[in-house]
């Protein structure tokens, strides 16, 4: 190997004063070859965002401390510089020209009040001293790199205007504009629809390759890292457990905490020859999945649900947003339906729609022959017993007022169906049905973690005994194992109790794990619906197609070929 | 700093009308905040008791001492212990009296406009439609007219009392919590966790006093302690105007107007009571403050 663009030695930081500083990385060390892509890996707080803001010489800007080792980087002049030691002047010189990053959320990376031309056009001024039309013409020149058509309207439009895959690549164009040797891309696709996130993987590996410009990929998506990713460093606690080859390391992981990672990852075609939904860990192929019993719970018909666009001073109705155009479905008890789509297809509004968050326009919604669209007040109040919601972001779907007790009881006391020690009761039950302790329910929001609230949610969705849970992208915002950890909960939830889901996602792989059924949708309409393994293994529908394709793959032997197909079934 | 780190079950069992609310409040202030509610407490005591305490008639004229400085300037006298003013009256007695009315007045009025603004302003950012259109319209109308004139033609309607003093005054505020406590409920309506209340059955009472209201508590607390010291000055505008408490009674806001002319060879006439509602004012922002932080579940 080549001498490193970028070596960290033993590097320590930690956060917080006296007693209460926190190591948060412990002795790392890596390195980065020229053109090379290393992809850190590690759940939420495995410190490796801190890893990335240090290569960039934040450290002190977020509130850490280097306690000790060093950030070496080779500059393009062959000076060698210690970020650790570095002045702020030379570390401002550094950031934006030699190295860059690339941020995870697009719409705040970029700044709303100038035009994207604009924003990419002062970085050259500042860095590269161009003057307003060099950086025009250079600015016009990056946004057609970044596969942008049309860079002259392009150039003058505001991020909002935009779509998200857009927007990211705008972001990577600011970030390639002085021809850096290193970027950091901080989970850059996670925001991103599936179908979105392979473009943009794709031209981020193409640009690597074609400026020999090195990818520090911070990530916590196996699929992505099989598919960038040369080298990878797997992080826990800090720490770093384990660093290997891409192929060596999906092939023969040497941690115990590496081969639970891999095992987490849904692996698209792993069910192939089962009929139901299978916990991660188990062999689909011996494992016995639940099978629903056919008869009818919820039964949606010809359900539209429009939102109305208004313009001007007086409000004045100016057309229709189809959110849910004409769909009809069916769930059978016990069964799971999983409705998949791109951001805006209209699977959340069809989930709030069944449950009467929004007003639908026309159609009807049968729960067991009740029509749920006529019910009064009253009547809708009682059949809301049965049909709950578990939502994507725990952090928000839980009141921060209110401890874990309050929250989980609530619906058993609006519905006044318990009270005093028979509340209490109920509550220890169902947090422990949930994997949680007694000693949780005292607790309050801000003090779980992440799955912890989902199992939190969940158990306040169960409190009423319901017949059908719709759960809105409810493990889409999780870490990978934690995520395993909640869709098995889902499923043997579903065995014992005879739960139906509707199962809201744009994680093909997860859907594939808890399915009965799936429907796609795409613009407010459903193009194909149909059991598992039909979508799945024999998808009908071009878009179908697509999406599965668009699927990033654990498993970077596949890498290649997959391309190739992928190529053949879009040929713009 | 020991009582921070005791866990506290707190809000919780306060809200289900649990007698330690009090206490739990207090384990969580810090020494300047115990110094500060001790300090509020006597202030209100000392107003409340002020015709017990004052040394003279507020209003008893004495021409012979008229003009006296505080005691420890030249020329003061022992028996008016903060001095006198252009008409001899006591400058002591005249601030306890002033002190309770003005805090009566401001206290009284203050929680008015709280109550009517956070009213309005809930069912405007949860109703929204019509009522809601209205209820804002209103307020940018009422921010757009000179308060003074809204005072005026209430007192000619009304006549001059301090009842009607006090709603006027507490009616002059409203409009501020309305627009906030709008724009509040309109974000936090949107949350995940109402939805998840309504999806559960929940009336719209209970998401309204229990999911809505106890978040965004904090931003009203703000505007209150904000809006406090505001209403002092109002009131002493409007006495200063004639429409307020009519001389001779002391309000704080008026002993201020009636030292101006003798700021310059008299200051403490003015400066005695304006130090008092700059003292109360400070408490009543540092005390905002605590109960912000105090009912917050999330700073334990």
């Known amino acids: 190997m080549s001498k490193p663009l970028l070596s960290v030695e033993n590097l320590s930081i930690s956060f917080g004063r006296g007693d209460k500083a926190k190591r948060v990385v412990e002795d790392l060390s890596f390195s980065i070859a020229p053109g090379e892509c290393v992809a850190v890996v590690g759940e939420s707080g495995s410190g490796k965002s801190v890893t990335a803001f240090s290569v960039l010489g934040l450290t002190a800007f977020n509130g850490g401390r280097i306690e000790t080792g060093a950030i070496r980087f080779t500059r393009r002049n062959g000076e060698v510089t210690d970020f650790a030691r570095a002045d702020e002047k030379t570390l401002r010189d550094i950031r934006g020209d030699e190295i860059t990053m690339v941020f995870q959320e697009p719409m705040t990376a970029l700044n709303p009040v100038f035009t994207v031309g604009e924003q990419i056009a002062e970085v050259l001024r500042r860095h590269r001293g161009l003057d307003r039309k060099a950086a025009k013409a250079r600015a016009l020149d990056l946004i057609t790199r970044v596969r942008i058509t049309d860079p002259a309207r392009r150039f003058n439009q505001y991020p909002h205007e935009l779509s998200g895959g857009m927007r990211q690549r705008i972001v990577i164009a600011m970030a390639l504009a002085c021809a850096p040797r290193l970027l950091i891309a901080d989970e850059p696709t996670t925001a991103l629809d599936v179908t979105i996130q392979s473009q943009v993987l794709d031209l981020m590996r193409e640009l690597s390759r074609e400026d020999g410009m090195a990818l520090l990929f911070i990530t916590h998506d196996m699929g992505v890292v099989a598919e960038m990713a040369d080298r990878v460093v797997v992080m826990r606690r800090g720490n770093k457990v384990e660093e290997q080859a891409v192929d060596r390391l999906f092939a023969q992981p040497q941690h115990v905490y590496t081969r639970k990672l891999l095992d987490a990852v849904p692996r698209l075609g792993a069910m192939a020859g089962a009929a139901g939904p299978v916990p991660f860990g188990l062999d689909p192929k011996l494992a016995a999945s639940s099978r629903p019993s056919g008869e009818p719970l919820l039964e949606v018909r010809n359900l539209s649900t429009w939102f109305p666009i208004r313009k001007g001073v007086l409000q004045r109705h100016a057309g229709d947003v189809r959110a849910v155009d004409d769909v009809s479905f069916t769930i059978g008890r016990g069964e799971t339906l999983s409705l998949v789509g791109e951001s805006g297809s209209g699977k959340s509004t069809t989930g709030r729609s069944i449950l009467r968050l929004v007003r639908p326009r026309s159609g009807e919604v049968l729960v067991e022959g009740w029509d749920v669209l006529k019910l009064d007040t009253e009547a809708l109040r009682v059949a809301r017993r049965d049909m709950q919601i578990v939502f994507q972001d725990p952090y928000a779907a839980l009141d921060p007022r209110l401890n874990a007790f309050e929250q989980i009881v609530e619906p058993l006391v609006i519905h006044r169906i318990d009270k005093g020690s028979a509340l209490r009761d109920r509550a220890i039950e169902l947090v422990r049905r949930v994997g949680l302790e007694d000693e949780h329910l005292e607790r309050y929001p801000h003090e779980f973690s992440g799955g912890q609230r989902q199992r939190l949610c969940i158990a306040r969705a169960l409190s009423l005994s319901p017949k059908l849970i719709i759960a809105d992208e409810s493990v889409s915002a999780l870490d990978v194992s934690i995520q395993a950890q909640v869709v098995n909960l889902l499923i043997e939830l579903q065995q014992e109790l005879g739960l139906s889901y509707l199962f809201i996602s744009h994680d093909m792989g997860v859907v594939e794990r808890i399915s009965h059924r799936v429907a796609v949708m795409q613009h407010g309409r459903i193009v194909e619906i149909g059991t598992r393994q039909q979508v799945f293994e024999d998808p009908q529908e071009e878009y179908t197609r697509k999406l599965i394709a668009a699927v990033p793959v654990a498993d970077p032997t596949t890498r290649m070929t997959r391309k190739a197909a992928a190529k053949i079934i879009e040929p713009a | ?300």
Request: aromatic share 8%; no cysteine.
């Open chain 2, 1 to 300: 700093m020991t009582e921070l780190t005791v866990p506290v079950t707190g809000i919780a069992a306060a809200r289900k009308g649990k007698p330690n609310l009090l206490l739990t409040l207090w384990s969580r202030a810090g020494l300047v905040t115990r110094i500060n509610l001790t300090l509020f407490v006597l202030v209100l005591a000392i107003a409340a008791a002020a015709s017990w305490l004052a040394p003279y008639d507020p209003d008893a004229q004495s021409l012979l001492s008229r003009l006296k400085p505080p005691v420890g300037m030249p020329g003061a006298q022992a028996s008016h212990l903060l001095g006198s003013d252009q008409l001899g009256r006591d400058l002591l007695a005249r601030t306890l009296y002033g002190l309770q009315l003005t805090m009566a007045i401001a206290l009284i009025g203050s929680l008015i406009s709280l109550a009517v603004g956070t009213f309005l302003g809930i069912i405007a950012g949860y109703v929204r439609g019509w009522f809601g259109g209205f209820v804002m319209a209103v307020v940018d109308i009422q921010l757009a007219i000179p308060f003074t004139l809204i005072a005026l033609v209430v007192i000619a309607v009304f006549g001059n009392s301090l009842p009607v003093l006090i709603v006027t005054i507490g009616l002059a505020g409203w409009e501020v919590y309305a627009r906030v406590v709008r724009a509040q409920v309109l974000a936090v309506s949107q949350m995940p966790f109402v939805e998840a209340a309504i999806a559960a059955g929940a009336p719209h009472s209970r998401v309204l006093l229990k999911h809505i209201l106890p978040n965004i508590v904090s931003p009203i607390i703000v505007v209150w302690t904000m809006t406090f010291s505001a209403l002092i000055l109002a009131e002493s505008s409007l006495s200063f105007l004639g429409l307020g408490v009519q001389p001779p009674t002391a309000t704080l806001g008026s002993m201020v107007g009636l030292g101006r002319d003798y700021l310059a060879s008299s200051p403490w006439i003015a400066l005695v009571p304006a130090i008092a509602i700059m003292f109360v004012s400070l408490q009543v922002l540092l005390i905002g403050d605590w109960l912000r932080d105090a009912l917050d579940v999330r700073l334990k």
